[in-house]
């Protein structure tokens, strides 16, 4: 009982820290959402949801609704699949300890940049006229390559970066967690006759299939947060291709518009949304790990 | 057909061979039993047999056909592992036809063949459960299925009962020799329990730091030890062991002890010569003081197994112990009796500990 009550009290501060930045930032968005305000004017009324029925006759909103949707569809997948390719390649080849702690320090790195110092990097490297990726599509007659400028190509473009950063990260983490599986059901596996990638689509995989949906969940609710990346890369642009939710609220809210009002009904649409999504997803995804 | 042929199997981690030259040959149908203690290299030798493990030097044959670079599924062995080591993410059912759907054999010859086998092991209830959701004797039976379905030509068992509570151990036991019976294939069982050896063993191969002590039958182990080491781990309660030098007449002496030994079974033995007596507690019992062969000794603690009990006697300052169905009427601190037959005596060299019988 005591330890119940101990348990509580530790953890009031940070949740109610955590409880009132969230409140105090929800309650703005929704106060400033029923109303008209902009930053070009001081003026303003209340008019009620109006923000919210314009939103829903926005087709640059459902635009930058299917762009979020894509975006995150792109990187988690990516993100998971490079990571169990690479883990599997690397728990079949490399056997030495020494080896597999460098190739897993190496993969740390690219998350432990800043993701604006990332942002340019990969800019600089897709570069049409001066870009080493360019250059090396040259040397096979490829391209020039508009990366990041063709509209076909500008969001699977960024997203390469984030699945650059995500998925060397995560293979480090599948591939540890690889290593923690016990050996026997493995070698059971190898009497049963079954070839190396069965072994893994079979037993390794299976075993992990919890801690992997935890991993999507972890990736999805990341890659809500990938403005600032996509704002280095392509600003949103060609046009909107790669315009998600919150560059557009960006967009109409602090860059053009000034229309913070819109802005703060659009991301409190984007906060329902996401928050029923990733219940849903979330109960999904424990059922089918059980 | 499915006979194994290990011939100077070399293994090493690193520098250090844990197996250094091992020899041995299993004979088609036989159940053979590695038996020895904790780090013997039991488990190396089977899973070097299996394939999990690559040897160092040496050559594995069964069945006639080189498998020494062969990978473990294609060498027609089946393994049953301590742990179980159950896929924990399938049914009961796809766990045991797992290695067949492997294989590629067609789900209408599945089907009958797992109905088999499930009922075989009483599994037919549990096809659809996940082996979490079973006790631990059913989970070591799904493996024991597993491993049947496949038909293989070897059958190998890691420890596979010494997570069993004991009841359950000796039941499995049972089937598992019973399974043999019937199916008379190769088995290499591994154990480092002498009672389970003794009792399931068609052979023991007795190890001792990686290489084989003693091989034979469960009675020539019992009765013939080859050395002290062998002598020491095979029987409950232990033998005793007493240093003695021999005397004129084939008389082995150890203080107040004096037996008369066997001239046909100890030939080569001299007078002067030191020995080491080995007795087991098993194969004497209470005694006239004047019956040959007498051992006289104050009772120290007697010990309760049922129908039988065990006592524990000083004699010359040293313990030695035997056991007796009488044992209700001796007392702590009474002066008894207790004797054996010559041909029960076993005698070691003390230097090598190796047996000095001569037949
Ligand atoms: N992977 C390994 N690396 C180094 N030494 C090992 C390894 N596996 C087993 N050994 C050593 O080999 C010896 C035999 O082990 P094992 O065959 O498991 O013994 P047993 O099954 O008879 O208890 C032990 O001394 C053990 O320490
Ligand atoms: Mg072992």
Redesign the pocket.
């Known amino acids: 009982m005591t330890r119940k009550i101990f348990v509580r009290l530790a953890l009031v501060p940070a949740i109610s820290i955590l409880a009132t930045l969230a409140l105090v930032s929800i309650a703005g968005a929704i106060w400033f959402a029923l109303m008209n305000r902009t930053l070009r004017s001081p003026e303003y009324e209340f008019v009620g949801a109006y923000n919210f029925l314009r939103l829903l006759r926005d087709s640059r909103f459902f635009n930058a609704l299917e762009i979020s949707a894509l975006w995150e569809l792109i990187t988690v997948t990516g993100t998971l699949g490079l990571a169990v390719l690479l883990s599997v390649l690397i728990y079949e080849t490399v056997q030495k300890p020494l080896w597999r702690n460098v190739i897993c320090f190496a993969f740390l790195v690219p998350v432990l940049l800043p993701r604006v110092a990332a942002a340019f990097i990969w800019r600089f490297m897709y570069s049409p006229s001066l870009g080493v990726i360019n250059y090396l599509c040259g040397l096979v007659g490829i391209g020039p390559v508009e990366f990041l400028a063709d509209p076909s190509l500008a969001l699977i473009s960024v997203a390469v970066v984030d699945i650059w950063q995500w998925g060397l990260f995560f293979t480090v983490i599948v591939l540890k967690l690889m290593e923690t599986l016990p050996r026997d059901p493995i070698e059971a596996a190898m009497l049963d006759n079954a070839r190396r990638w069965e072994i893994h689509a079979y037993v390794t995989l299976p075993m992990l299939k919890g801690p992997l949906v935890s991993l999507a969940l972890v990736k999805a609710v990341e890659s809500l947060r990938s403005f600032d990346l996509i704002f280095v890369m392509t600003g949103g642009g060609p046009g909107k291709a790669t315009e998600t939710l919150d560059l557009y609220a960006y967009q109409m809210g602090i860059n053009m518009g000034g229309r913070i009002s819109y802005a703060s009904a659009m991301s409190l649409l984007l906060l329902v949304v996401t928050t029923i999504a990733f219940t849903v997803i979330w109960k999904a995804g424990k059922k089918w790990a059980a | 057909m499915a006979n194994i042929t290990c011939s100077n199997i070399v293994?090493s981690?690193?520098a250090?061979p844990?197996?250094d030259g091992l020899d041995l040959s299993i004979p088609d149908h036989e159940f053979v039993v590695?038996l020895?203690?904790?780090?013997?290299?039991?488990?190396?030798?089977?899973?070097m047999i299996a394939g999990l493990e690559e040897v160092t030097g040496g050559r594995i044959e069964i069945g006639g056909t080189d498998v020494t670079d062969m990978p473990p599924g294609d060498r027609g062995v089946a393994m049953v592992f301590q742990s179980y080591a159950l896929y924990p993410h399938m049914s009961v059912a796809d766990n045991i036809t797992f290695g067949l759907r492997r294989q590629g054999v067609s789900r209408s010859e599945i089907a009958p063949r797992l109905e088999q086998v499930a009922d075989m092991l009483g599994l037919s209830p549990y096809l659809d459960r996940r082996p979490k959701n079973l006790s631990g004797g059913q989970q070591q039976r799904v493996a024991m299925a597993r491993a049947m379905i496949k038909t293989p030509k070897v059958f190998l068992f890691?420890?596979p009962l010494s997570n069993l509570d004991a009841k359950l151990r000796e039941k499995l036991r049972t089937e598992i020799r019973k399974m043999h019976l019937q199916l008379k294939t190769t088995t290499i069982f591994?154990t480092?329990d002498q009672l389970e050896a003794m009792t399931i063993a068609d052979r023991i191969v007795l190890?001792r730091d990686?290489e084989i002590e003693q091989m034979g039958t469960p009675d020539e182990i019992f009765e013939r030890p080859a050395s002290h080491f062998v002598a020491d781990f095979i029987g409950t309660p232990a033998m005793n062991f007493i240093d003695a030098t021999i005397e004129a007449g084939h008389v082995a002496r150890a203080g107040s002890i004096a037996l008369s030994l066997s001239p046909e079974l100890f030939p080569g033995l001299v007078p002067g010569q030191k020995v080491e007596l080995g007795l087991r507690p098993a194969s004497m019992d209470l005694a006239a003081p004047d019956a040959p062969n007498a051992i006289g000794g104050t009772v120290v603690l007697v010990e309760n197994m049922g129908a039988e009990g065990q006592v524990i006697t000083q004699v010359d300052g040293a313990e030695i112990s035997f056991v007796t169905p009488q044992f209700r009427q001796v007392r702590a601190g009474e002066t008894v009796h207790f004797a054996l037959r010559p041909d029960q005596i076993h005698i070691f060299d003390p230097e090598t500990g190796r047996s000095l019988r001569g037949v």
Do not use: A, N, Q
Request: contains cysteine.
């Open positions: 293994k981690y690193g250090f844990v197996i590695f020895g203690p904790s780090g013997c290299g039991k488990s190396t030798m089977l899973r890691d420890e591994v480092h190890m990686g």
